[in-house]
């Protein structure tokens, strides 16, 4: 293990280890104008959603290292106290990677781009008419984290309206996951595309699971099982009782044939199988088999 005191190493070293570690992150497309109402945009990944009552959208805009300037970002916030808030999917990554090349401040991003400026209903900045999530926001604070390169600039924005695209809306009208194909920046080069790296963990909250440590010790200190599959089984509502097991082995011509084995290390396994395909309470059922 290499153990580092950030003041120990350069800056732009403390940056690399920082973003090849933290992510992937999401990416704020973020849309401004100066006081002339001219448009910039350009992408941060220091960003996410902090809350829903108000609604704050925080991203950070850090000063360069190599010399300790500002963003036009940053520039024109500090002017106008507002900008919209762009969701990047799959379809636009390239064009936002060009974005932020660091053109002049009378360049036009959007063009360079070759994104489409839509104009807001609340806010001055532009909307990018390709991204499948757009928020109108005003800015309540900016904090100034350093004056160093390298520093960043916590910009608080509060959502005021929201703009969906209905194609990436499930037949619940409730944003798809698959659907809205999002992209996340990594370190170095590297991003990285949900849509196709995504899993399912059920939220905890939505039931009292009984935990890990109520899982058997015969189960628990497994030589097959990991972590993750041992959360996976602690958070059931309740262990299956012994009526349950016993007709799901009488049912279940494998788990019999497994048994007469009496390899354990088989029944794992199949649990394991059972735990990869959502199915716990079958999982479960297998390795409290007798």
């Known amino acids: 293990m290499i153990s580092i005191l950030p003041e120990a190493v350069s800056t732009a070293q403390l940056h690399g280890y920082l973003l090849g570690a933290v992510g992937p992150?999401?990416?704020?497309?973020?849309?401004?104008?100066?006081e002339k109402g001219n448009p910039n945009l350009s992408p941060f990944s220091f960003f996410n959603v902090f809350s829903a009552?108000?609604?704050?959208?925080?991203?950070?805009?850090a000063r360069r290292v190599r010399d300790n300037t500002t963003k036009h970002?940053?520039?024109?916030?500090?002017l106008t106290m507002e900008v919209v808030i762009n969701i990047v999917n799959y379809d636009m990554?390239?064009?936002?990677?060009?974005?932020?090349?660091?053109?002049?401040?009378?360049?036009?991003?959007?063009?360079?781009s070759g994104l489409t400026m839509l104009p807001s209903d609340i806010v001055k900045p532009f909307r990018v008419a390709e991204s499948p999530v757009q928020f109108e926001c005003k800015v309540t604070k900016v904090e100034a984290l350093g004056r160093e390169g390298g520093a960043g600039n916590l910009i608080f924005a509060e959502v005021v309206k929201v703009h969906v695209d209905p194609d990436v809306l499930d037949e619940n009208g409730v944003i798809d996951q698959h659907k809205i194909d999002q992209v996340a920046r990594m370190g170095g080069n590297w991003y990285s595309r949900a849509n196709a790296g995504m899993f399912e963990v059920p939220k905890p909250l939505s039931s009292l699971g009984v935990g890990v440590d109520a899982i058997p010790e015969h189960i628990r200190l497994s030589k097959i099982l990991t972590g993750n599959d041992l959360g996976m089984l602690g958070n059931i509502e309740e262990i299956p009782d012994t009526n349950s097991v016993q007709e799901f082995v009488e049912n279940n011509m494998e788990i019999r044939s497994l048994l007469s084995g009496g390899e354990r290390k088989s029944l794992e396994l199949k649990a394991q199988g059972f735990l990869q395909q959502k199915d716990v309470l079958s999982a479960w059922k297998v390795l409290l088999a007798q």
Do not use: H, W
Request: glycine letters at 2%; zero cysteines.
């Open 93 to 112: 990554v390239q064009q936002m990677s060009l974005s932020s090349t660091e053109y002049g401040k009378e360049v036009n991003e959007f063009e360079k």
């Open 73 to 78: 970002t940053l520039q024109n916030v500090l």
């Open 25 to 34: 992150r999401p990416i704020a497309f973020a849309s401004t104008v100066d």
């Open 53 to 61: 009552n108000p609604p704050v959208l925080i991203f950070s805009p």
